[in-house]
């Protein structure tokens, strides 16, 4: 399949669940075509439909309603053989790993080569291979309680690369990690898709991880897709309620502006990597409003000036000014003819 053109395509589909209480619609009217070779997001809050998406992508849960093609294939009309080889076609990775605690992690990753037949010595070969691909060449004896969560993750991603799959599914597969060996992971499944060209589609409530490694992401809400689009679109302009609640999160309130109190900040050797105002609006947790800048980067050194608005609501203004204070950023009073 070429690059670029759908290799999953969902049309209306829909999933219902009957419980106790009533049918649930976990998924509805879901209208959405990832392409090969992307990178591609699916984020919502938790009881979205995120989880039950994925699930649906690959038949582990059969849509109630639409359909999913992969590769030209109308996944509702194969047969369970035929299914099962699409199955390994689209490998999968999870928030809790999987692992089986009784086998080593070569045994581990050769475990699905084993269910499809492949013989052992292929299938050894293969699995220490994927294993130096992770960085854990060197630990094919230890077992899974010897190893730390981001390990046990890399084996989870051997494992689902053991078949040659042409998708990866990665269902909130940071979740249980720490920053630091979340960016590793992170950087490890974008090198699996340069350099293998495997599709990559990942499921997660966590915003930093689609701006870290997605080319497009579709943001889900109450069952249905809120909007979909290019990562760098989606940050700079979300449309939809949902996805301005993911980016901007409760860090920025609603203000108001008055006409006047405005400053000029001055930048006069400051570092041009510093966020200024980023770092400003983090940590008051009100926005300012930019109405003039003239800056510049000199050799890594930020030279010019901003004049900003601040917040009408005198506590909000004084929190601005506190923190230039305290992060001695040179600021000064202007007024409008200033400008």
Known sequence: MDAGSPIIRMVDLGKAFQTSNGVIQALNHINLDINAGEIFGIIGLSGAGKSTLVRCINFLEEPTSGEVIFEGQPLSKLTSAQLREVRRSMGMIFQQFNLLAQRNILQNVCFPMEIAGIKRKEAVGRAKELLDMVGLGDRCSAYPAQLSGGQKQRVAIARALATSPKVLLCDE?????????????????????????ITVIVITHEMSVIESICDRVAIIDKSQ?????????????????????????????????????????????????????SNLVLACKVPVNI?????????????????IQVPEDPEDAAKVLRYLQTAKVPFEEVGRNDI
Request: aromatic letters at 6%; a neutral charge.
């Open 173 to 197: 597969a940071t979740s249980a990690l720490d920053p630091n060996t979340t960016k590793a992971i992170l950087a490890l499944l974008k090198q699996i898709n340069k350099e293998l060209g």
């Open 225 to 277: 897709i809120a909007e979909v689009g290019k990562v760098s679109e989606i940050f700079s302009e979300p449309k939809s309620r949902i996805g301005r609640q993911l980016i901007l999160g409760d860090a920025v309130k609603h203000v108001d502006f008055g006409e006047e109190k405005m400053y000029r900040i001055l930048f006069d050797g400051r570092s041009s990597n510093e966020p200024v105002i």
């Open 291 to 307: 109405m003039y800048a003239a800056t510049k980067d000199l050799h890594g050194t930020a030279v010019g000036q901003m004049i």
